[in-house]
């Protein structure tokens, strides 16, 4: 399910704590592939909000997961036998999200800080997203919208 929110992480990180622990626990070492663009600060912070949500829980980069970083342009790159040898990946904005939902079958994607996933193409609808993707939408208030039209 995508829960609207303004840049949380957390619907995001409850659907992979979910999706990955059992009963609390790790079984295994998770491959997590993280796609984003460049360095924008605003996608930095997002990545960096996910990986402390995750130590948070008790999970450690090294021990119950692993992230590969790559920019978005690179996904095409990848052959898909590589790609589908990750466990997640997790799509930072909404050109990462739309390329990797292309360019993977199976391998579930959750995507954060994408703006309108709907209307983007992302998923059916907001509460039934379909096929291997999910995330959080960053659904702004129209009067905030507004404002940053103004200037």
């Known amino acids: 399910m ?3 929110n303004n840049l949380s992480l ?6 992979l704590v979910a999706l990955f622990i059992p009963n609390g626990l790790m079984a295994k070492t998770y491959n997590i ?3 984003k663009r460049s360095n924008l600060e ?5 990545l960096s909000g996910f990986i402390a949500a995750l130590n948070e829980k008790g999970l450690a980069e090294g021990v119950n997961f692993t992230l590969d970083k790559i920019d978005l342009e690179q996904v095409k ?3 898909l036998s590589r790609l589908m040898t990750y466990d997640l990946i997790y799509a930072i904005g909404t050109e990462a999200a739309k390329i990797t939902k292309e360019t993977t ?3 579930p994607i959750v995507f ?7 209307g983007g193409g992302l998923v059916k609808s907001l509460s039934v997203p379909g ?3 999910t995330g959080a939408a960053l659904i702004l208030p129209v009067r905030i919208e507004l404002e940053n039209f103004k200037t």
């Open 112 to 118: 954060s800080l994408v703006l309108d996933p709907l």
């Open 105 to 107: 079958g199976t391998v």
């Open 33 to 35: 592939l993280v796609v």
């Open 131 to 133: 096929a291997n993707i």
């Open 42 to 46: 605003i996608y930095e912070s997002g």
């Open 10 to 15: 957390g619907g995001v990180l409850i659907l």
């Open 2 to 4: 995508i829960k609207k």
């Open 77 to 79: 790159d990848i052959p």
